[in-house]
């Protein structure tokens, strides 16, 4: 068991290979301080972002997920950020539907020069998570509760 | 269900049957409160047809099974739109159906009828049924020998009472004088969203532990297209666990409503289908109160459409992105 | 016989489950939502003993999905240089291979399924030649010997009903432990097993005499009377195979068929599954899990070649195998017991039963052209 367990949250941030992961890797050359409960996959491009990512890491107990991108007009592939940006918004608005909360997921554009933006955006995220309550857990089934006690 | 349009329909199933491999319509199913789609091939076949209240099934499902051959439709307002949004999509093509329409002006839901027939305090069974008849805005229903008679709108099914298209919206022949609209407010969101984020959990969590995962609501759904190569079943990328788990299993609807998003026309069959009741409508109503609202877009209207989803605007004003301070 | 009858009055029947609940686990059909399924008993709740369940009981001795064992793969210890307690140099262990532990699932304990139907009950006894003949499972089996089915006579039928046709009865002797027949003022319990001892110890039963038994009796007659005479099935085993390769016959039969799998899911008597490792790090599952003939996956083989590509040939499988495979392996046994679930919940409403009539009379047909 972590020793943050109970004062930090699971966090999952969704990146950009071209633009929005450097800027994280700026904001980290920079040495500038963010909270340390995301957790960074990368990924091509925010338009290979499948909304399911987002609704699989939250129903699986996440307590946010972070979507970043390059700026629209910056796409490295030139739209992949567009059609992002209307799937992501698509899925912000399902979640209520099954009771998570809409704040528990967010979605923008970070350029790789924008360090000081990226610890903003990781900053302000993680204070929206921590003003929520720990994720909802769905009670579990017996079979997968067998693979738990024993992992 | 008017006799004259009856008729009328029966011709006009029978004028195209040299034309096509069959028509789809309905036909009477294991009691008298239930349809089943039936494939005229033969004017014998026809004398089965049976449209009106009790025509609940949509036909639109069956359609892509028979891509590269001419059929047949017989479709109320919602079944058109499934037609459209499949030939927008090229899943069907125009010149490979020809589309009967009629005015619709609702369905039963069967299960609204089985439990209002309740004899003292039981819940009745559909299957009891001796004889079912819809006059005008009534409906009868016979059960061991007695008849109840409620109002049609009573019964009727939860689209119906807000269906904005009860006539075709893309036909060939239309038979009958087109029945009026109504309007949807989503009222049945707002009702629902009455409930704490919290409780919304529980209710899934609750309602989804009966699920026995037989993808009825994915296979009575006239857009889910993929059929066999479902990503449900799919251990390779792994969605989904075999588990009999309630989080996989309202991760599937998920999975169902993200993929309906910018396509789905609301004509209720997933909920339908459901053989435990589970109101998995509700979830496409969400994604379609979103398209509405973010892209102007209801699915199924025009056969030239292209999905929200499939497009997008440099600058999209209707979406309303975070601001990082 | 009749010496063993129990009577329940109606207004003993929740303290009877009450006081059963303290000793073991207590199934009944229960409305949720708008179906009716099995859920433990719960005394502030009517169990729901009318309506026949939406599913059927068969989850209870073949749960949807059970583990048969977690597994553990354990790294091989690092060993280095170490003391004994006594402070002698230790042998050094050679780097072991993985070593894997398996944790067997815990079983549920003693059961009792109050207010099943009698057709459902005919569900358990397909299963048990499957899982009780030649190979042995000893999961099905543990619970098997572990559960009571209390199965009720039907007092009406549905439009779906159809268990006369298949060896049933409204009243069902032949395969739960106890026959429930609901009077106008009680339960009257026959029990039929040697199982059934298990739970009529109860001071809350009475006593049943002629005049119960004669009342349950003429409503079992009633029933049977309104499932309507049962056609003539003779001959169905083969009937079906010699129409394998008819085509035409399977596509216009299975034209409604949305493939999906509701039919073979509620079906009581369906025991097919699937087994599937849930992994997660050195940990898992292997889970068992049910399958349906109905998808697609099921066939499908390694090559990519599916011989049931199609949704006709999916059907013809399911019919075939209650009708006509099932018999010739297990006695003649039918492996369908007419509940009419698949009927009742199908989206598309395709009935079983005009596909097996149909089929009986196509193959004649065949036959008597053939000469």
Avoid at chain 1, 132 to 141: C, D, G, K, T, Y
Avoid at chain 2, 218 to 245: G, I
Avoid at chain 3, 84 to 110: C, I, R, Y
Avoid at chain 3, 340 to 359: M, Q
Wanted: with cysteine.
């Amino acid at each position: 068991m972590s020793v943050l367990e109970g004062k930090e949250r699971r966090i999952i941030g969704f990146l950009c290979n071209w633009c929005s992961y450097g800027g994280a890797d700026t904001a980290g050359v920079g040495r500038f301080s963010q909270p340390t409960d995301l957790r960074i996959i990368r990924v091509p491009c925010s338009g290979r972002i499948n909304p399911l990512f987002i609704i699989k890491a939250l129903l699986s107990g996440a307590d946010g997920v972070l979507v970043s991108g390059c700026h629209p007009r910056d796409c490295h592939y030139a739209e992949g950020n567009f059609y992002a940006r209307r799937r992501l918004e698509m899925c912000k608005q399902l979640l209520p539907a099954v009771g998570i909360d809409p704040l528990r997921f967010e979605y923008t554009w970070v350029s790789a020069s924008e360090g000081q933006r990226w610890q903003q955006v990781v900053t302000d995220f993680t204070a929206q998570i921590h003003q929520l309550p720990p994720a909802l857990r769905f009670s579990e089934s017996p079979d997968l509760e067998l693979l738990r006690q024993c992992g | 269900m008017a006799d004259d349009i009856h008729g009328a329909l029966r011709e006009a199933i029978r004028t195209i049957l040299p034309d096509v491999e069959c028509v789809l319509g309905w036909g009477s199913g294991p009691d008298p409160l239930r349809s089943a789609p039936l494939f005229m091939k033969s004017p014998e076949d026809v004398e089965r047809f049976r449209a009106g209240e009790l025509a609940v099934n949509n036909l639109a499902v069956f359609l892509p099974e028979y891509a590269g051959r001419k059929v047949g439709i017989v479709v109320k307002g919602c079944d058109s739109r499934s037609v459209v949004q499949l030939i927008s999509e090229t899943l069907v093509k125009r010149e490979e159906v020809v589309i009967i329409g009629y005015p619709c002006r609702g369905v039963v839901d069967v299960a609204k009828i089985a439990a209002a027939i309740g004899l003292g305090n039981e819940d009745l069974e559909a299957g009891l049924v001796e004889r079912a008849e819809v006059n005008g805005d009534t409906v009868s229903v016979t059960v061991r020998g007695e008849t109840k008679t409620f109002p049609f709108k009573d019964v009727m099914a939860a689209k119906c009472s807000i269906c904005r298209y009860p006539n075709a919206v893309l036909h060939d022949v239309f038979i009958g004088e087109k029945a009026e609209a109504r309007e949807d407010s989503y009222a049945d969101l707002e009702k629902y969203e009455a409930m704490s984020l919290e409780e919304r959990f529980r209710f899934w969590e609750k309602e989804m532990e009966r699920c026995i995962r037989c993808y009825a609501c994915r296979n009575a759904c006239p857009l889910c297209v993929c059929r066999d190569h479902c990503v449900a079943s799919s251990r390779e990328p792994h969605w989904l666990s075999q588990a009999d788990s309630t989080r996989d299993k309202l991760f599937f609807q998920l999975i169902h409503a993200t993929h309906l998003a910018g396509r789905c026309t609301g004509c209720g069959e997933c909920a339908r289908a459901c053989p435990v009741g589970i109101p998995v409508g509700l979830f496409k109503r969400f994604i379609n109160r979103a398209a509405g609202q973010l892209f102007g877009f209801q699915g199924g209207l025009d056969p030239e459409a292209v999905s929200p989803l499939q497009r997008f605007l440099v600058d999209e004003p209707t979406i309303k992105e975070k601001e990082w301070k | 016989m009749n010496a063993a009858l129990k009577f329940l009055p109606h207004e003993h029947l929740k303290a009877w489950l009450e006081e059963l609940a303290g000793t073991m686990r207590v199934l009944a059909p229960q409305k949720e939502g708008a179906a009716v399924v099995y859920r433990a008993f719960d005394p502030s709740r009517e169990p729901e003993l009318i309506r026949k369940p939406t599913e059927s009981a068969k989850h209870i001795l073949f749960p949807r999905s059970e583990a048969l064992f977690a597994f553990h793969k354990k790294k091989a210890p690092f060993a280095p240089d170490s003391l004994n307690p006594d402070g002698s140099q230790a042998e050094k262990e050679e780097p072991a291979t993985p070593a894997m532990e398996l944790t067997p699932p815990e079983q549920p304990g003693p059961t009792v399924v109050f207010g099943m139907t009698g057709c459902d009950a005919g569900g358990v006894t397909t299963f048990d030649p499957v899982y009780g003949g030649r190979y042995q499972d000893p999961y099905y089996l543990q619970r098997r010997e572990a559960t009571v089915l209390i199965a009720r006579a039907c007092n009406e039928a549905l439009s779906t009903c159809f268990c006369t046709w298949v060896g049933g009865d409204p009243a069902n002797r032949r395969d739960a432990d106890i026959l429930a027949t609901r009077l106008e003022n009680g339960w009257l319990l026959e029990p039929l097993t040697e199982r059934a001892e298990r739970v009529l110890g109860s001071t809350l039963l009475g006593d049943a005499g002629e005049a119960e038994a004669r009342e349950a009796e003429a409503l079992h007659a009633k029933a049977r009377a309104a499932i309507g005479e049962a056609p003539d099935l003779t001959g169905i085993e083969d009937a079906l195979p010699a129409l394998f390769d008819d085509k035409d016959f399977w596509w216009s039969e299975s034209a409604a068929c949305l493939a999906c799998g509701a039919c073979t899911y509620l079906c009581p008597t369906c025991h097919c599954f699937t087994i599937t490792d849930e992994k997660a790090g050195l940990s898992g599952v292997r889970l068992r899990a049910w399958d349906t003939c109905m998808a697609a996956l099921y066939t499908l083989e390694a090559s990519g070649h599916n011989p049931r590509g199609q949704k006709a040939a999916r059907l013809r499988n399911r019919v075939g195998h209650k009708f006509a495979y099932f018999l010739k392996n297990h006695q003649g046994r039918i492996s369908c017991c007419g509940c009419g679930r698949c009927i009742k919940s199908c989206p598309s409403s395709v009935d079983i039963r005009r596909i097996v009539l149909n089929a009986l009379k196509r193959a004649k047909g065949k036959e008597a052209a053939n000469g």
